[in-house]
Nanobody, 129 residues
């Protein structure tokens, strides 16, 4: 059974840093796309960042580019999100997700929820003034 577990969320002040982690179990996803999405209250879940495979291409939402860094450890089956210079508008529940696909998808698919098969339960990030 595949399971994704996020950790590292918390309450921080604007300008602070936070590092989220996602641990996958049940099978290896080192050659599968993994991503972070986030959902603020009353809004849709939105793409944050993705990596096509361990050591693969990275993609970021414009709002986090230059502040957030995604990384993966294929051997450990984990994915991290280093978040620097956090802003109040980064407040959300952050979800990690993994796709079953290793090929046959377009770059635009990377940004879509529909690309991803398995999801974690989410971890809350709250940024205060």
């Amino acid at each position: 059974q595949v399971q994704l577990v996020e950790s590292g969320g918390g309450l921080v002040q604007a300008g602070d840093s936070l590092r989220l982690s996602c641990a996958a179990s049940g099978r290896s996803f080192s050659n599968r796309p993994m991503a972070w999405f986030r959902q603020a209250p009353g809004t849709d879940r939105l793409f944050v960042a993705a990596m096509t495979s361990s050591g693969g291409h990275t993609y970021y939402a414009p709002s986090v580019l230059g502040r957030f860094t995604i990384s993966r450890d294929g051997a450990k089956n984990t994915m991290d999100l280093q978040m620097n210079d956090l802003r109040v508008q980064d407040t959300a529940v952050y979800y990690c997700a993994v796709s079953e696909l290793s090929s046959g998808f377009d770059t635009s698919d990377i940004y879509s929820e529909g690309m991803y098969t398995y999801w974690g339960q989410g971890t809350q990030v709250t940024v205060s003034f």
